[in-house]
């Protein structure tokens, strides 16, 4: 398997702490990110490392006993700690509010909490084994206001910061689900909905395992992903992941199913939009996109692979502090080891070794494993960071030695300007509606985002076009023919095409002598009208005569008549010194024009000669 | 002698029923170099028409000539005579290869009356240099078959060629359209002229050796791959030769009897209009005309094939080296055939929006002809039809020799004029000449006068030349 194969990696700069051990325990928090290690329940300190932070967070409190579980609120402001079934302690980290520590005791008799969440800088939920409490911490006063609750009975529960929802496991089989929303100081339960559990035989009860549910955010929406493992009595040939949508109002409703095609041990990543798993048995990988077109089955929408299995990149532990002196060469890591625990949506740790990864998604590779260029691009189009292998693929497709046939060079460029013109559209009704003044009436009302599969006209022409076109060994008929699939493409989506890329095609046409094909092009207007154009065709006049004609028509469609006539006069005059007679006196203003007009040719005309 | 020829000349002709139709008399081809001395004189002449004529008179004929050209030399050595007017006939000269002199003449009535006659000089010259192209096309140069096979390939070359060509000849038919010799070109939008671009490419590529390619619609021209000169001679052939040959089978419909007699696919609408006829017989023959391009600087030899399915036809020229098998032509129609019938009613489609969207279905009460030098191309509202026996023009004749004469003035001088002149029975006619494109109105405005005349014309360039460059 060569180095170019590996397309997910683990993030070169991982987040380290301390590794668990008796003394020293190991906590993270999935709303923030951040790893806590709690040495001798913090009487010997505690320290708070987060992906971003530079500077970890340390400070000391006083052992009062084991730490069930601990998180600070957004944006570090209060500090929670679970240490007893009924309890949860805080201490405010805000500069002049009094350090010392307060308790909240849950409100339901005789329940046990069995955690918390944050779901502001202020606001806690408790879930405990017979509902959840929704609270709003009031710091100055160091004490909790209950703002709702809710009775029922909870087996185990599931938070996911990124859409501040917690779905509630419920029922003898734990495979109702019971999803919450929170916001700005209110909680609404949205409805419930059953995950529906395989068959299993009969000697064991089958139940809902909080491992086989994870939620993530996929291309903006909500899922809650199920591994339904292989059941021998069905047929199935292996295991697969079952995405239910989660939408914001209505119900939940099974959407995709994400054929894995074996059996064993799996875990859940998302990472820019695709879902990752990783199987332990194989030690590899796969990912599914589920906006590639799959089967239809008229409810669900069944999904392959997009690739090959392969293994995350093999990894070195880098070596720092005084090991790095003793030149030792890097140890390589362990992937795929037991001690992994994976977060959504991309967080990989290792408690052992005292790692915090951000799984990552190499584009790269893809190229390469991916044969059919429509689907690579529907693909890439998806991906955060996509634009320089779209380019790429774009020059590959144009080499000498990969060359992709007309049909899907036309394929590729009519994905990349479908992308492109939903953008323009977007900006223009973005435009339309602050002309209208809606702005300020619809706070709705966003620019729209422009996103890296955004590949507009210059991007092409600079990165992938123009160096084409300089390439000696290309036959000119397939430059020209790529030339015009662009162009074509572009109108087909009706985007003004730049001149810049029809200068490009009369260039190679005049570079090759091949005028007369020009001049049908320009017949037909495919090249449309425009003032640098026209007088690009002035200065062809010499190797071409019919230019001249075509360069005055396309100068009367841009000017009104009479200008173009004094225009033309002027031209005539300066390069022909012809004379000729016309009514009216020219506007002397225009021969200024005319003089950047001709700079513009010669500069033309040298490139070509 | 006379009556030879005539037959040639004898189709309805409805609009000229009182002109004796002009008729070909004569039409040989001669290089007095290869009979210099006396006794020699017969090995000049390469080709004779009527060959029936009898040898000495076939001799001196073209000793007239020769001595007519050499006569006509001493007073301008670059230009010599290009027609000579008898009382019984004209003769036209065409010196188109070193050496090599192509002279037609043609019957003549006694002249009447004074009329100026240029147009007709002008026409038949360029029928007669058309002549020549024509057999280009198809033979290559006269140079070529002498350094092949001598004057005996030579001789043999054109005998078979014009032995047929001259009896397609319809000198009564020739008009101004034969000086020009233009290309009508297919209307159409950008967005349908990129797909048509598009396919092209794309069949160039799948066919690889394909060297060059035309497309037609409804006989008019949209894509040249050739150069002009090359495309103008090969359209000729297409539109008045070999599209109107081959009846339309798309014209009779899906379920017409003809169409289900067509051989080949049911998927698609393409055929052959050159080559296989039918491409399961697998004895089909694929034999393909062969044309001579780029006569002048790389000397091209290629097989045309002519594929046509619905109104839209392409040509794919292949080098004359490779021979289309009997696989290739089943290939090309399996992938041309389907992608251009779909592309065919595209256009249809297309054309049809346009047509309505600019409302020009309505007949515009004037008559005209427009010719552009530099692209060759031409529009005419006054023929009807063109066809290689009959040209239909809806004026009389009379109008369309005013359109020659005004032609001739334009010729003499480069500049840019207009000319407008009454014509008989409250005709206008109008010529207008810009930066090598001629127009010529016609008007027929009761007790109109030269102001109105002049607004009207002014009309027409803006709604139908609206995107063109016109000098006031």
Known sequence: MGEEDYYLELCERPVQFEKANPVNCVFFDEANKQVFAVRSGGATGVVVKGPDDRNPISFRMDDKGEVKCIKFSLENKILAVQRTSKTVDFCNFIPDNSQLEYTQECKTKNANILGFCWTSSTEIVFITD???????????????????????????????????????????????????????????????????????????????????????????????????????????????????????????????????????????????????????????????????????????TFHHPVLPARSIQPYQIPITGPAAVTSQSPVPCKLYSSSWIVFQPDIIISASQGYLWNLQVKLEPIVNLLPDKGRLMDFLLQRKECKMVILSVCSQMLSESDRASLPVIATVFDKLNHEYKKYLDAEQSYAMAVEAGQSRSSPLLKRPVRTQAVLDQSDVYTHVLSAFVEKKEMPHKFVIAVLMEYIRSLNQFQIAVQH?????????????????????????????????????????ESFYPPAHQLSLDMLKMLQSRLKTTCFSIQYSAFLNSETSVCEGAPISHQGNTVKNMLLFSNRFLETKL | MAAAAAGAGSGPWAAQEKQFPPALLSFFIYNPRFGPREGQEENKILFYHPNEVEKNEKIRNVGLCEAIVQFTRTFSPSKPAKSLHTQKNRQFFNEPEENFWMVMSKDGKPVIEYQEEELLDKVYSSVLRQCYSMYKLFNGTF???????????????????????????????????????????????????????????????????????????????????????????????????????????????????????????????????????????????????????????????????????????????????????????????????????????????????????????????????????MNLAEKSTVHMRKTPSVSLTSVHPDLMKILGDINSDFTRVDEDEEIIVKAMSDYWVVGKKSDRRELYVILNQKNANLIEVNEEVKKLCATQFNNIFFLD
């Open chain 1, 500 to 540: 810049y890329l029809h200068e490009l095609v009369i260039k190679t046409l005049v570079q090759h002598n091949l005028f007369y094909m020009l001049h049908q092009f320009l017949q037909y207007h495919v090249l449309s009208d425009s003032k640098p154009l026209a007088c690009l065709l002035l200065s062809l």
């Open chain 2, 143 to 373: 140079l070529k078959a002498m350094e092949d096979g001598g004057v005996k390939l030579l001789k043999e070359r054109l005998e078979k060629f014009f032995h047929r060509y001259l009896q397609t000849l319809h000198l009564q038919s020739c008009d101004l359209l034969d000086i020009f010799g233009g290309i009508s070109f297919f209307p159409l939008d950008k967005m349908t002229y990129l797909k048509i671009q598009s396919f092209i490419n794309r069949m160039e590529e799948s066919l690889n050796i394909v060297k060059y390619t035309a497309f037609l619609y409804n006989d008019q021209l949209i894509w040249s791959g050739l150069e002009q000169d090359d495309m103008r001679i090969l359209y000729k052939y297409l539109t008045t030769s070999l599209f109107p040959r081959h009846i339309e089978p798309e014209l009779a419909g899906r379920d017409s009897p003809i169409r289900a007699e067509m051989p080949g696919n049911l998927q698609h609408y393409g055929r052959f209009l050159t080559g296989p006829l039918n491409l399961n017989d697998p004895d089909a023959k694929c034999r393909f005309p062969k044309i001579f391009v780029n006569t002048d600087d790389t000397y091209e030899e290629l097989h045309l094939i002519v594929y046509k399915a619905m109104s839209a036809a392409v040509c794919f020229m292949i080098d004359a080296s490779v021979h289309p098998t009997l696989d290739f032509c089943r290939r090309l129609d399996s992938i041309v055939g389907p992608q251009l019938t779909v592309l065919a009613s595209d256009i249809c489609e297309q054309f049809n929006i346009n047509k309505r969207m600019s409302g020009s279905e309505k007949e515009p009460q004037f008559k005209f002809i427009y010719f552009n030098h």
């Open chain 1, 130 to 300: 017979q509902g959840i409490e929704f609270y709003q911490v009031l710091p100055e006063k160091r004490s909790l206001k209950l703002l709702k609750s809710h009775n029922l009975n909870v087996n185990w529960y599931m938070y996911c910061p990124e859409s501040a929802v917690i779905l509630l496991s419920t029922t003898v089989l734990e495979n109702v689900l019971q999803p919450f929303h929170f916001r700005a100081g209110t909680m609404s339960k949205l409805p419930k909905f059953e995950i529906e559990l395989p068959a299993a035989p009969k000697s064991t009860k089958p139940s809902l395992s909080e491992r086989d549910i994870a939620m993530a955010t996929i291309y903006g929406q909500l899922y809650v992903l199920f591994l339904r493992h292989h059941s021998r009595t069905s047929n199935s040939t292996g295991a697969e992941v079952v995405l239910y949508h989660l939408p914001r109002e209505g119900a939940c409703k099974k959407m995709h199913i994400l054929k894995l095609n074996r059996t064993g041990k799996f875990a859940l990543n998302v990472v820019d939009n695709l879902v990752v798993v990783h199987h332990q048995d194989t030690e590899t990988s796969v990912i599914f996109d589920i906006k590639l077109r799959g089967e239809f089955d008229g409810s669900v």
